[in-house]
């Protein structure tokens, strides 16, 4: 069964702060991992990733894959309070055509 | 174009009752999924549809669920004699490839 772990599962930061987000995954036949930022309504699309060491980035965020590990990081510089949000991660694997979600992680910026 | 569009935003049912949640997926888009959200949990996908046609519904429970997209009309979620433990967000996506999935905004089901 295709797993998806993401740590922490909570993290209070203060405004301006760096945070890394971590996702693991362990599935058959990988084909691309996604990011998620999911606040009081539907999850909207951050990144794709398919490829090795190939960073994404979109303004104060970046996010990286390393498949021989099997992981994923998701880095927000410079956080603002409208950051605050659960952080999904989740993988597309196989001849699947569903996504494989992680419990996500809840991000909280203090001013 | 609107997006995905969801309906009703919050249901709330009880026990026992029938609840059906649509999805109208976004224009020219004709794959949908639905995932559920548990409390404190990750999306769980449940079942992928194409018009007319269920692909993929291994994440669907056996009993009391079922889903259609019809070819005219938009895809429905219908859940039979709801119990306390369905209460949950139920999402929609719709995408041309699921690597672009656009989510609705979910649905809240309370049963009560």
Redesign the interface.
């Known amino acids: 069964e295709d797993k998806?772990v993401?740590s922490p599962l909570s993290l209070v930061v203060h405004e301006g702060d760096t945070v890394t987000l971590n996702c693991s995954y362990e599935v058959t036949n990988f084909r691309?991992l996604?990011w998620?930022k999911q606040e009081k309504?539907?999850?909207?699309?951050l990144f794709?990733l398919t490829s090795s060491g190939i960073e994404k980035k979109s303004g104060r965020l970046s996010s990286i894959l390393d498949k021989k590990e099997l992981f994923s990081i998701l880095n927000i510089t410079a956080t603002q309070t409208g950051d605050s949000a659960v952080y999904?991660c989740?993988v597309?694997s196989g001849s699947?055509?569903?996504?494989?979600?992680?419990?996500?992680t809840q991000l909280t910026v203090l001013p | 174009n609107a997006g995905?569009m969801q309906n009703p935003r919050h249901l709330v049912r009880r026990r026992g009752q029938e609840a059906r949640l649509r999805c109208s997926p976004m224009k020219g888009h004709s794959?949908v999924?639905w995932?559920r959200q548990l409390p404190?949990?990750?999306?769980?996908?449940m079942v992928?549809l194409q018009k007319e046609n269920i692909?993929?519904e291994?994440?669907m429970p056996k009993e009391r669920f079922s889903a259609e997209f019809p070819k005219e009309g938009p895809s429905i979620l219908r859940i039979q004699q709801v119990v306390r433990g369905d209460s949950a967000a139920y999402?929609c996506a719709s995408s041309p490839t699921?690597?672009?999935?656009?989510?609705?905004?979910?649905t809240r089901l309370t049963v009560v």
Do not use: N
């Open positions: 998806v993401q691309s996604l998620y309504k539907a999850p909207t699309f794709m999904l989740a597309l699947a055509r569903q996504l494989t979600f992680g419990s996500g | 995905v794959h999924y995932y404190e949990e990750g999306l769980k996908f992928y692909i993929d291994s994440g999402f699921v690597a672009e999935a656009f989510f609705g905004q979910g």
